[in-house]
């Protein structure tokens, strides 16, 4: 079988120890040359596409989470935010931590803890006060509207002296609107009740059948008792101004103790 000269590539009849053309020994290794020659190529490594600028240098991400519990923790005065602030905090910090500095808001996310962990731990102490100063704030309400109270009996006792001055034929009248229709009182106090309490002007009477009438009386009663006030107060033709300390317009006609 013929063979191939290492040398040359020259084809060797079957026998021939030495190659015709170039005198190359068939029986000598190939020469370095040819053996890279008939070497298979080796292909080469697939180089990386580069990572663009842009994204290698991206800033992290601040958290939504962080972001929302700090605002609820601001809400200083709703202690349902205070909820949040706490619950949005945790689940922050754990974002961030998982993400592998892909996301930051760390300072945002503790700072809402702090604030929401103040905003419970304040609760007791608002309760505390709100039950000091509630009862207070309510009686000082209530001293308020019974001095407004006297004040408007006064009122309507020279509102009633001067109607009768100038209705001689009438005398006393028992209509708020009368005494409305004078400039006498102010519309608020005419239609029945002001500052929380309820007035009524009731048992005009004259001295004798189709004279005059000489007597009125006038009663102011908390409209809710212990809550808008706690004494009712009357007065009448005599202009001396009673009180009841059980806040009863009726047991003032009866019983009430002058106003001191």
Not at 136 to 144: D, P, S, V
Not at 212 to 233: D, E, H, M, W
Request: hydrophobic fraction near 45%; include cysteine.
């Amino acid at each position: 079988m013929a063979s191939i000269c290492a040398g040359c590539g020259n084809n060797l009849p079957t026998g021939d120890r030495f190659c015709r053309v170039c005198g190359r020994d068939s029986t000598l290794a190939p020469a370095p040359h040819a053996a890279l020659a008939t070497a298979s190529p080796v292909a080469p490594s697939p180089v990386p596409a580069p990572v663009p600028a842009a994204a290698a240098s991206a800033p992290p991400e601040t958290n939504g989470k962080a972001i929302v519990s700090l605002v609820c923790g601001l809400f200083l005065f709703f202690p349902p935010a205070w909820i949040a602030a706490i619950i949005f905090g945790h689940l922050s910090l754990s974002e961030i931590k998982k993400s592998g500095g892909r996301l930051q808001g760390q300072g945002l996310a503790l700072a809402g803890l702090i604030l929401g962990y103040l905003g419970v731990a304040s609760i007791p102490i608002i309760l505390i006060i709100a039950a000091i100063a509630i009862p207070n704030l309510l009686r000082a309400r209530m001293a308020a509207n019974e001095s407004s109270a006297v004040a408007n009996v006064r009122t309507i006792n020279a509102a009633e002296v001067n109607y009768s001055v100038n209705h001689a034929a009438v005398g006393f009248t028992c209509s708020f609107s009368d005494l409305a229709g004078d400039r006498l009182i102010s519309g608020e106090l005419a239609s029945g009740q002001k500052t929380g309490y309820a007035f009524v002007l009731e048992n005009c009477s004259p001295a004798e059948a189709g004279a005059t009438n000489v007597k009125y009386q006038i009663v102011a009663y908390p409209v809710k008792l212990n809550q808008t006030g706690t004494r009712a107060f009357c007065s009448d033709e005599s202009g001396v101004i009673k009180v009841d300390a059980n806040g009863s317009a009726q047991g003032c006609l009866e019983n009430g103790s002058p106003l001191s």
